[in-house]
């Protein structure tokens, strides 16, 4: 080409100006910190091909302007590359924006008006007919219907809702009309509190990759000396020119710029942390992703995680009336969830409360008070002293614990009179459950305040592999500790609230959501419905993506084991080499392999 290397200079003039600014800028802030960086390498290859070229031009000799211009070429095209597929990568958050209503049909003045979504306030009423999005959270006041929830549960099948059930913003309503007032608008929505979760867990860092982040500050000095003793020992004792040796050193710093390295945890961390919100799992962070791959133990909570937690009364031993009577009134101070089974069954057999005085609640034991001068027990065989419970009342209580029932006992003056037996059923998928997390390996294990009998009668039903019972609210987080000391790697599943302190302790806390709460602060990963195959899902995807982390890192450092030495040379005899250019684009084309990679994890399906 006629007057070619003035062509170069401008062109490549050019293309250092614009597109390799960014590279030198960020290299030189590194120096200037007495650090480098993974631009470090691509400025000083680029700017070294570019500066010998003009002497060379000066001085008469041959020009290699294509070689810097071609570097920063394919490794901007490696950044557009990557840049596009950091967006897919975020395509899950963007589609659940998307999910959002964009008005809703609100009452005012008795009539029903269609307004944009941000004027909705608290406390309106809204209708919703089918085939609409439910606009915000809230609880039905009239009507009922059948609503797809798949967004936030990742569960497909509708679920019916009537009359003081609570809905949740964004979901489908499926056949019929209804209305309902608004309990949360705007950031407050459970769709804005699982896009913040997401978010967070997405800009956060495992563990892991502060060692990738170590490797990295001694990685590029390292290859700044390999490059240097590159051009040595080609120029100086293997008899390359000046301008070979020179472009052996080039093609190592370019070759060696370890993007792929630095890509591998961040953009598996943001597919798989958005592919389990998909899956009705919240992910909080990189720490909880990474703790959960290594858990070999999940300790579960029993009322309200493994069972139903609605408990209901099943048997009455002594007179019915009396019993139900003396129990539902004391009871009826009280929240425990056994309390209000009680409390049910008496308003259910329409018995009249009395009023009870000096009601006091024994951790652990149950309750006190006096109705009618009498002093009034409620609990466990705890509260009573020995002989204070007759050997009839005892047999019976052990029978009916055999039949995986709760027994309170109820005492008049310190008189064991009369049982009451509860149950509170395994919820449906709590078997199947257990089933799939056996299959995997994992050791479970039961923790309840509940007595021996029937907590071992549950855990036979859903399959349970070992039973901690009698344990007191405040002992559940030393139990869980006593497991970390014999060398186990623990996960908690409670419902975030009463289990807080275990939560908390456990290496992962596995709060269960309700769906419409999901702001649990103790747990470390929430699942969105109240299922524990959520349990198998959540371990599963955690899994699967520190597995795809360590598939990035070890791609990454092979990448540069093998392109180093080839840059350097070292296979020029079995015609083996790359110039400057070449290795800019394997860089770049490494880049984009871990992103793809990382993207696989949204085709994973975790099967239970």
Not at 203 to 210: D, G
Not at 436 to 445: C, D, F, Q
Request: charged content about 15%.
């Amino acid at each position: 080409m006629p007057y070619y290397n003035w062509v170069a200079l401008i062109t490549t003039t050019i293309i250092m100006a614009i597109s390799a600014a960014p590279y030198w800028k960020s290299a030189w802030a590194a120096f200037q910190k007495h650090s480098a960086n993974m631009n470090t390498l691509v400025a000083i290859g680029t700017s070294v091909a570019y500066f010998y070229s003009i002497f060379a031009m000066i001085t008469g000799r041959e020009v290699y302007f294509e070689s810097a211009a071609f570097v920063t070429v394919f490794v901007l095209l490696g950044d557009a590359l990557e840049e596009k597929m950091h967006n897919n990568a975020n395509n899950a958050l963007a589609s659940l924006l998307k999910l959002q209503a964009k008005d809703a049909e609100i009452e005012r003045n008795g009539e029903f008006v269609r307004v944009p979504l941000d004027q909705v306030k608290t406390g309106a009423t809204i209708r919703v007919k089918p085939g609409e999005k439910v606009p915000v959270d809230g609880v039905i006041l009239t009507g009922s219907t059948s609503i797809d929830e798949s967004m936030v549960t990742g569960e497909s099948m509708p679920v019916k809702k009537t009359v003081g059930d609570e809905v949740v913003g964004s979901t489908i309503n499926s056949t019929g009309t209804f209305t309902f007032k608004a309990t949360k608008v705007g950031e407050d929505t459970v769709l804005a509190q699982i896009v913040d979760f997401v978010k967070k867990a997405q800009t956060s860092h495992a563990p892991i990759q502060k060692l990738t982040d170590k490797f990295s500050n001694i990685f590029v000095p390292a290859v700044l000396i390999i490059a240097i003793a590159t051009f040595v020992i080609w120029y100086a004792f293997l008899g390359a020119s000046f301008v070979e040796a020179l472009l052996f050193a080039i093609s190592v710093l370019v070759i060696a710029c370890p993007c792929a390295l630095g890509l591998a945890t961040p953009t598996a961390l943001m597919v798989g942390t958005a592919r389990a919100a998909n899956m009705g799992v919240l992910i909080k962070n990189g720490e909880a992703l990474q703790e959960a791959s290594d858990i070999d133990t999940i300790v579960f909570d029993k009322t309200g995680t493994i069972t139903n937690g609605k408990p209901v009364v099943t048997d009455v031993i002594g007179p019915r009336k009396e019993i139900l009577q003396l129990a539902a009134s004391l009871e009826d101070s009280s929240e425990h969830p056994l309390a209000q089974a009680v409390v049910a069954a008496a308003k259910a057999d329409k018995l009249d409360l009395t009023a009870a005085n000096n009601f006091k609640a024994i951790e652990g034991k149950g309750v006190s008070g006096s109705i009618n001068g009498q002093e009034i027990l409620i609990g466990s065989e705890k509260l009573f002293a020995d002989g204070n419970i007759s050997q009839e009342i005892s047999n019976q209580a052990t029978a009916l614990q055999k039949a995986a029932k709760t027994v309170v006992y109820v005492g008049k003056n310190g008189q064991a009179v009369g049982l009451i037996a509860i149950q509170d059923a395994p919820k449906p998928t709590s078997k199947e459950a257990m089933a799939a997390l056996t299959k995997r390996g994992y050791h479970t294990v039961m923790l309840t305040g509940d007595n021996q009998d029937v907590a071992q009668a549950i855990a036979d039903q859903v399959g349970i592999s070992e039973v901690i019972a009698g344990v007191l609210p405040n002992q559940k987080a030393d139990e869980i500790q006593k497991l970390q000391s014999a060398g186990r790697k623990v996960a908690f599943v409670g419902d975030g609230i009463n289990d807080a302190p275990a939560l908390s302790v456990a290496d992962v806390g596995i709060a269960m959501g309700s769906g419409t709460d999901i702001a649990i602060e103790s747990g470390s990963i929430v699942l969105m419905q109240n299922d524990l195959r959520g349990v198998v899902k959540a371990l599963e995807m955690a899994k699967k993506t520190f597995n795809r982390i360590k598939l990035n890192l070890f791609w990454a450092m092979i990448y540069n084991m093998i392109g180093i030495p080839i840059a350097a040379g070292l296979f020029m005899q079995v015609g083996l080499q790359l110039s400057p250019e070449l290795a800019g684009l394997a860089m770049a084309f490494s880049s984009v392999s871990v992103v793809t990679s990382s993207l696989l994890l949204n085709k994973t399906k975790v099967a239970v």
